[in-house]
């Protein structure tokens, strides 16, 4: 979880180890005040609000029943035994004074409203602790060498140096990291902070806490653009359902509408494509030689798996398959988006693209050519999204099940909006990222370990033959009765999921439970 921006945000809370479940409860605060903070949280609300310190009892109940518009509130020390309420400027000053009433240096009060006493839910809750310490930071660095190591994969290094069972034992399902801040100048925030040299995240593999932010989208948004690589992104992608904010409009719109073409009834009735691309692919693959070694398995998957959800999810068959098995050059759109991201991403250079000596040549821009390389490539993909669009306007491809069609005709039922028309294309290339690039990757993963345990391999094919029986290819009312096939897939995943992390920023001051 990403937390807001600057270094003004932490995460405190307590997995209780007592109980076997790793049960947790967690409050974000301002990490800006520790030390000298306050944080008041109302009863029955899991929002809150960070104030300087009062001397005063009469003017900290003031700005709480300001900020929190409330009448005759009633204060409570939260880490105090019983929960007593705090009378007296006095008792303010020594909480303020007391260690062993804050939390990373900040009080934490709870607020009741109309001169309520403390609800029983408040005074059952347990204490709110300090989160497991992560590992200890590095001047400058932060904690950014945890992305180094073994494991193949920046975010895989990254969670086996955090999570590793050896490392969980020290610090827990959920850490505190100082990382380097990458935020682009033009970056939404959540609060009005400036970004630091590091920045506070949180990071976490219990799948309870990841649950709850998922689940409380306002208090939880996703906040996507705020970065220098996300924003490289946007230019190639658009504003698109995975290259957006859950706080604009864009977003909220396609949420409604998009998720409908790929539930479980559309899905099925995707399948006679999907077992036609599959089809074509089996069949390029049985005209290779007896032994014949395959160097180029990213390259033939990402081919099938774009075929089949453009044709799909768009009537277009773009060929691809075809088109490797021959030789022959690949469709435009897929060339183009390809390279569209891998420039984006930083993956696209002078020697790369163009050569060695292209890069030595002090007579040659190599820079401009790779912009200029990127530019052609973006071009092409507007071009075929923008053609797709017309013959779906015309009735030539599509129909009921086109997403093409649907964000033309249909109305968002969150929103009662369309998708804007400058909005399609971005989510024409979200659409290719999330449903190509990534199937390709759990395809690969889950045919590389099927190929090195023969015992596995065996397994799955008894399992096949006992479905099909002498059936050469499945119906779509096979696939759900593939139960150890599906096992196979879902530990492939596991072990080297497509998507590794996801972020969230907070947008307040908050509790998990």
């Given at each position: 979880?990403?937390?807001?921006?600057?270094?003004?945000?932490?995460?405190?809370?307590?997995?209780?180890?007592?109980?076997?479940?790793?049960?947790?409860?967690?409050?974000?605060?301002?990490?800006?005040?520790?030390?000298?903070?306050?944080?008041?949280?109302?009863?029955?609300?899991?929002?809150?609000?960070?104030?300087?310190?009062?001397?005063?009892?009469?003017?900290?109940?003031?700005?709480?029943?300001?900020?929190?518009?409330?009448?005759?509130?009633?204060?409570?020390?939260?880490?105090?035994?019983?929960?007593?309420?705090?009378?007296s400027s006095q008792q303010l000053a020594h909480a303020l004074a007391s260690p062993g009433l804050r939390v990373s240096g900040v009080l934490l009060l709870l607020a009741t409203a109309d001169g309520?006493?403390?609800?029983?839910?408040?005074?059952?809750?347990?204490?709110?602790?300090?989160?497991?310490?992560?590992?200890?930071?590095?001047?400058?660095?932060?904690?950014?060498?945890?992305?180094?190591?073994?494991?193949?994969?920046?975010?895989?290094?990254?969670?086996?140096?955090?999570?590793?069972?050896?490392?969980?034992?020290?610090?827990?399902?959920?850490?505190?990291?100082?990382?380097?801040?990458?935020?682009?100048?033009?970056?939404?925030?959540?609060?009005?902070?400036?970004?630091?040299?590091?920045?506070?995240?949180?990071?976490?593999?219990?799948?309870?806490?990841?649950?709850?932010?998922?689940?409380?989208?306002?208090?939880?948004?996703?906040?996507?653009?705020?970065?220098?690589?996300?924003?490289?992104?946007?230019?190639?992608?658009?504003?698109?359902?995975?290259?957006?904010?859950?706080?604009?409009?864009?977003?909220?719109?396609?949420?409604?509408?998009?998720?409908?073409?790929?539930?479980?009834?559309?899905?099925?009735?995707?399948?006679?494509?999907?077992?036609?691309?599959?089809?074509?692919?089996?069949?390029?693959?049985?005209?290779?030689?007896?032994?014949?070694?395959?160097?180029?398995?990213?390259?033939?998957?990402?081919?099938?798996?774009?075929?089949?959800?453009?044709?799909?999810?768009?009537?277009?068959?773009?060929?691809?398959?075809?088109?490797?098995?021959?030789?022959?050059?690949?469709?435009?759109?897929?060339?183009?988006?390809?390279?569209?991201?891998?420039?984006?991403?930083?993956?696209?250079?002078?020697?790369?693209?163009?050569?060695?000596?292209?890069?030595?040549?002090?007579?040659?821009?190599?820079?401009?050519?790779?912009?200029?390389?990127?530019?052609?490539?973006?071009?092409?993909?507007?071009?075929?999204?923008?053609?797709?669009?017309?013959?779906?306007?015309?009735?030539?491809?599509?129909?009921?099940?086109?997403?093409?069609?649907?964000?033309?005709?249909?109305?968002?039922?969150?929103?009662?909006?369309?998708?804007?028309?400058?909005?399609?294309?971005?989510?024409?290339?979200?659409?290719?990222?999330?449903?190509?690039?990534?199937?390709?990757?759990?395809?690969?993963?889950?045919?590389?370990?099927?190929?090195?345990?023969?015992?596995?391999?065996?397994?799955?094919?008894?399992?096949?033959?006992?479905?099909?029986?002498?059936?050469?290819e499945p119906r779509a009312d096979d696939v759900p009765k593939l139960v150890y096939l599906e096992a196979c897939f879902r530990e492939a995943l596991r072990l080297h999921p497509s998507v590794p992390?996801?972020?969230?920023?907070?947008?307040?001051?908050?509790?998990?439970?």
């Amino acid at each position: 979880m990403q937390l807001p921006e600057g270094k003004a945000t932490l995460l405190v809370g307590a997995a209780l180890a007592a109980t076997a479940a790793g049960a947790a409860a967690y409050v974000c605060t301002d990490r800006s005040r520790c030390g000298h903070g306050v944080v008041v949280f109302l009863d029955g609300s899991q929002s809150g609000i960070s104030l300087d310190t009062c001397e005063s009892i009469d003017d900290l109940k003031a700005q709480v029943e300001e900020r929190l518009h409330i009448n005759d509130c009633r204060l409570f020390l939260e880490q105090a035994e019983g929960k007593p309420e705090l009378t007296s400027s006095q008792q303010l000053a020594h909480a303020l004074a007391s260690p062993g009433l804050r939390v990373s240096g900040v009080l934490l009060l709870l607020a009741t409203a109309d001169g309520q006493p403390l609800s029983s839910t408040a005074q059952a809750a347990p204490k709110l602790l300090p989160i497991p310490a992560g590992p200890k930071p590095l001047p400058v660095v932060g904690s950014l060498l945890n992305y180094k190591g073994s494991q193949g994969h920046p975010m895989y290094n990254f969670a086996h140096n955090l999570f590793a069972p050896e490392k969980q034992a020290v610090w827990g399902d959920t850490v505190l990291v100082l990382l380097p801040n990458s935020a682009g100048s033009n970056g939404q925030s959540l609060k009005d902070l400036e970004p630091g040299l590091l920045d506070y995240v949180v990071a976490t593999c219990d799948p309870e806490v990841v649950g709850e932010l998922l689940g409380r989208q306002d208090d939880f948004p996703k906040l996507f653009g705020r970065r220098k690589l996300e924003q490289k992104l946007q230019v190639v992608a658009g504003n698109g359902l995975f290259t957006s904010s859950t706080l604009e409009k864009d977003w909220k719109v396609a949420h409604g509408l998009l998720p409908r073409s790929f539930n479980q009834i559309r899905v099925k009735n995707y399948f006679p494509v999907l077992l036609d691309k599959t089809r074509s692919f089996v069949s390029a693959w049985a005209q290779l030689p007896q032994g014949a070694t395959v160097t180029d398995l990213s390259d033939w998957l990402t081919c099938m798996t774009a075929d089949a959800v453009v044709k799909a999810s768009m009537g277009l068959d773009m060929g691809n398959v075809e088109a490797k098995a021959a030789g022959t050059p690949l469709h435009k759109f897929i060339a183009a988006f390809r390279f569209s991201i891998k420039a984006a991403v930083g993956r696209a250079t002078v020697e790369s693209e163009f050569g060695k000596l292209a890069a030595w040549n002090p007579f040659f821009d190599g820079r401009a050519a790779v912009e200029a390389k990127a530019a052609a490539a973006l071009k092409d993909s507007h071009d075929v999204v923008n053609e797709l669009l017309e013959k779906t306007r015309k009735g030539e491809i599509g129909g009921p099940q086109s997403v093409l069609s649907a964000m033309l005709n249909d109305v968002s039922p969150t929103t009662g909006d369309f998708v804007a028309l400058h909005n399609i294309f971005g989510q024409v290339m979200n659409l290719m990222i999330a449903g190509h690039e990534t199937t390709a990757a759990a395809l690969a993963w889950s045919l590389y370990y099927i190929a090195t345990h023969p015992e596995v391999e065996s397994r799955a094919l008894a399992e096949i033959q006992a479905v099909l029986g002498e059936r050469s290819e499945p119906r779509a009312d096979d696939v759900p009765k593939l139960v150890y096939l599906e096992a196979c897939f879902r530990e492939a995943l596991r072990l080297h999921p497509s998507v590794p992390n996801i972020s969230r920023d907070v947008a307040a001051d908050t509790t998990l439970k």
